[in-house]
Nanobody, 126 residues
Framework: QVQLVESGGGLVQAGGSLRLTCAAT????????MGWFRQAPGKEREFVSA????????RYADSVKGRFSISRDNDKNTVTLQMNSLKPEDTAVYYC???????????????????WGQGTQVTVSS
């Protein structure tokens, strides 16, 4: 079973940047498709971004396309979400998720993931 720990959240002004990292222990991430989701207060958890096992395929929610970038380092067992041009509506708890796969497909639905981190708070002030 893979364990996931997110870090890098915090308070930032609108227009600023943050870099979230998801570190995995217990298993190598090279056989896992990875994703980032977020949940704002009073709202349901939503998809943000996903990346395939090798990193060759990525997906983004329309709301973050062009501002966020997902990447992974399988040697370091980490997945990173670089968030630029942050907006107040990006405020949420951000979760990392993992799903073991034997192909290069990305997973964009919550139901597609089996392993979740505890989340890291991102707050963007206006």
């Amino acid at each position: 079973q893979v364990q996931l720990v997110e870090s890098g959240g915090g308070l930032v002004q609108a227009g600023g940047s943050l870099r979230l990292t998801c570190a995995a222990t217990g298993r190598t991430l090279s056989t896992y498709a990875m994703g980032w989701f977020r949940q704002a207060p009073g709202k349901e958890r939503e998809f943000v971004s996903a990346i395939s096992r090798s990193g060759g395929t990525t997906r983004y929610a329309d709301s973050v396309k062009g501002r966020f970038s997902i990447s992974r380092d399988n040697d370091k067992n980490t997945v990173t979400l670089q968030m630029n041009s942050l907006k107040p509506e990006d405020t949420a708890v951000y979760y990392c998720a993992a799903r073991q796969r034997y192909d290069e497909l990305v997973v964009t639905t919550q139901a597609g993931y089996r392993n979740w981190g505890q989340g890291t708070q991102v707050t963007v002030s206006s």
